[in-house]
């Protein structure tokens, strides 16, 4: 008789589970990248909001920070208002708008008025630790910083501190933009004369003169130095 034919197990060769081990880990591969993916893409979208939405808030807050600065120059120097307001009073309502544009967006301009405020209604310890601060924040504004400490300098005059004014008006000559340099020194040597001092300020006076012929102060600084009559 015939031997039974025996059926074969046909077994899986090993490159044939190599094969598939790998494109399952393909698979797996692919699903991780998809949710990599989807979430770096939920970042970006997320962030992409957040930007959007810093800069439409920034938008909103600058326009009206302007609006609001614009309402108390118009109250400070009493301008188009509907109804009288005079002396401190007028002052005091400046003071808030320009704290309001201030707490809206922060900018030297409104920090300058408000020691102005403080300053024209007597609260110079307060003025001087605004422009103080307006110089702290914004060190490099070329526009206000020495504005700042010529308003100091007239500050610390109020109070009676001769040689606080001084500092102040040699901390205006020494930066670094020229804006009232000249100025810087005509007062140093009013101070000073004041003070009598008066070789100390024929100094100033003379420093003046000499280093800016073309000044708008240089004639009554030479008035003053004794180098010219009035």
Not at 75 to 93: D, F, I, R, W
Request: with cysteine.
């Amino acid at each position: 008789m015939p031997k039974p034919i025996k059926k074969k197990v046909v077994k899986k060769a090993g490159s044939e589970i190599e094969v598939g081990g790998v494109i399952s880990k393909l698979k797996e591969s692919a699903a991780k990248k998809k949710r990599v993916m989807v979430a770096a893409a939920g970042a970006v979208l997320i962030f992409a909001g957040a930007v959007s939405g810093f800069f439409i808030y920034n938008g909103i807050m600058k326009n009206k920070a302007q609006k609001l600065e614009y309402e108390a120059y118009k109250m400070y120097y009493g301008l188009y208002l509907t109804q009288s307001v005079a002396g401190e009073e007028q002052y005091k309502k400046a003071l808030e708008l320009f704290k309001q544009a201030y707490d809206a967006k922060k900018s030297p301009v409104s920090l300058f008025y408000i020691a102005n405020c403080y300053y024209e209604t007597g609260r110079y310890e307060e003025a001087l630790n605004t422009l103080g601060e307006l110089n702290r924040k914004f060190p490099d504004d070329e526009r206000f910083v020495p504005l700042s400490y010529y308003k100091m300098a007239m500050v610390s005059l109020k109070r009676g501190e001769n040689e606080e004014a001084l500092k102040a008006l040699d901390i205006l000559y020494r930066y670094k933009t020229g804006t009232y340099k000249d100025l810087s020194l005509l007062e140093s040597g009013r101070i000073l004369e004041a003070m009598g001092k008066a070789d100390d300020a024929k100094r100033k006076y003379e420093e003046l003169t000499k280093n800016f012929p073309q000044s708008p102060f240089a004639e009554e600084a030479q008035i003053r130095a004794g180098e010219k009559k009035s």
